[in-house]
């Protein structure tokens, strides 16, 4: 019996023919972040999650949304059931873990002297987000992290795990702009686990001008406001 199957050329997005056009010629920076210890499901969906990012590219001037990257999140792309913080619980739900991603684009974009327009911290001191102040949470379609590509010519996301370590590097044009980073301090740390911490970026031109600054303020609250609710099925 005979099978016909209709094939579609997809032509990548990024080529060799390509890449030196959009001005993608240098590293500009990294985030890193840890996630030892995270259940199984929690690493599942981290390793899909960062796929999601691998190769995105970001037109000068475009605004970068976390969540219009990530896209559906549910079974049908292959997620499972892990913990979320939402409203006043921690609960199973499709794609826990991706504020692991979240976090870790928002420390390769502050290293890389990009300007962040909207982030948001998590409702509590998360262990996966050490140090304290450095984290970004997402919970699409509303809480979102979006960042402008401020350079003069198009942006590379390219993610990697290695072990434990989830890395997201930035690929674009050296424009030898400098980013000084003060912090996060944390300060009102309490016995409940409640604590509030600052992190301030500096991004100065290669004149030694200050293009911008911003402070990022975390006011996370007692773990113990969020008890865990365990999936009736588990």
């Known amino acids: ?3 016909n199957f209709e094939i579609t050329k997809t032509e990548p997005k990024i080529t060799t023919e390509n890449i030196d056009n959009l001005g993608i010629t240098a590293f500009l920076g990294k985030g890193v972040s840890n996630f ?4 199984v499901n929690r690493v599942h969906n981290i390793k899909i999650g960062v796929a999601r990012f691998n190769g995105t590219l970001i037109k000068p001037d475009e605004v970068f949304s976390f969540n219009d ?10 997620y499972e059931p892990e913990l979320v913080i939402k409203k006043d619980k921690t609960i199973p739900e499709y794609g826990g873990g991706l504020c692991q991603v979240s976090t870790t ?3 390769a974009a502050i290293n890389s002297g990009l300007k962040i327009i909207e982030r948001f911290a998590h409702a509590f001191p998360v262990k996966y987000y050490n140090p304290q102040g450095f984290d970004a949470t997402i919970y ?8 402008i590509n401020n350079t003069p010519d198009y942006l590379l996301l390219q993610g990697k795990i290695s072990g434990n370590e989830l890395t997201l590097e930035v690929y674009g044009t050296e424009d030898y702009r400098k980013v000084s980073i003060d912090g996060p301090h944390q300060y009102d740390v309490k016995d409940d686990g ?12 290669k004149d030694g001008n200050l293009m911008f600054k911003k402070t990022f303020y975390s006011n996370y609250k007692s773990p113990d406001l969020y008890p865990i609710d365990r999936n009736p099925l588990e």
């Open 140 to 147: 699409p379609p509303s809480t979102d992290l979006k960042f």
């Open 36 to 39: 030892s210890g995270s259940p």
């Open 194 to 205: 409640s604590m509030k911490a600052t992190l301030t970026q500096e991004v100065y031109d």
């Open 69 to 78: 990257v990530l896209g559906e999140v549910g079974p049908e792309q292959g």
């Open 105 to 107: 684009v928002f420390r």
């Open 1 to 3: 019996k005979q099978i």
